[in-house]
């Protein structure tokens, strides 16, 4: 990964649904705005990891990130809107979690968080991790080594340091 502590947030597009299903497109500047927000970083939407402990990490501990001054935690995975809106719908995210499409990889390959999941019939993907940015600067970023694991970027873990 090659965004790090002190970097700021490359000006990409992310894809959503909004409230009336049409799909939306929004600069990740924009989308975090002048707040402190986490970035969950995600392979997939409906894969195993991602659906069995990081989002669902999240969505549990959406409360004692607010109490931590967090206003905004944004997930993006490589699929389009139609997909991350129907994950966010599938694991009860809510309103606690922004379910946000990278699907040209556009903010990945920014950040340098690509990597290749061809073996296992997923193409290019999205690493896993957890960032904490603050007025677009990254202030913490835990990457996983593989995308399998889910410890480092784990809500239990991250939330526990900031």
């Given amino acids: 990964m090659k965004i790090k502590v002190g970097d700021k947030l490359p000006s ?3 894809f959503y649904l909004d409230q009336s299903n049409n799909v939306k497109k929004i600069d990740i500047l924009d989308l975090c705005g002048n707040n402190k927000i986490i ?3 995600m392979p997939g939407a409906f894969t195993k990891t991602c659906s ?3 989002l669902p990490g999240y969505i549990k501990n ?3 990130a607010s109490k931590k001054g967090i206003s905004k935690i944004i997930c993006i995975a490589v699929n389009d809107p139609n997909v991350m809106k129907a994950w966010g719908e599938n694991q009860n995210a809510g309103d606690k979690i922004f379910m946000a499409g990278d699907p040209f990889l556009k903010f990945t390959k920014a950040i340098g968080a690509e990597v290749d999941k061809s073996e296992k019939g997923l193409g290019i993907r999205s690493n896993r991790y957890t960032m904490l940015v603050e007025n677009n600067e990254v202030k913490k970023v835990e990457e996983e080594k593989e995308t ?3 410890k480092l970027s784990a809500a239990e873990n991250f939330l526990k340091n900031i």
């Fill in 12 to 14: 990409t597009e992310l």
């Fill in 39 to 41: 970035i969950l970083g």
């Fill in 62 to 64: 959406y409360e004692l």
């Fill in 148 to 150: 399998a694991t889910c």
């Fill in 52 to 54: 069995a402990l990081h």
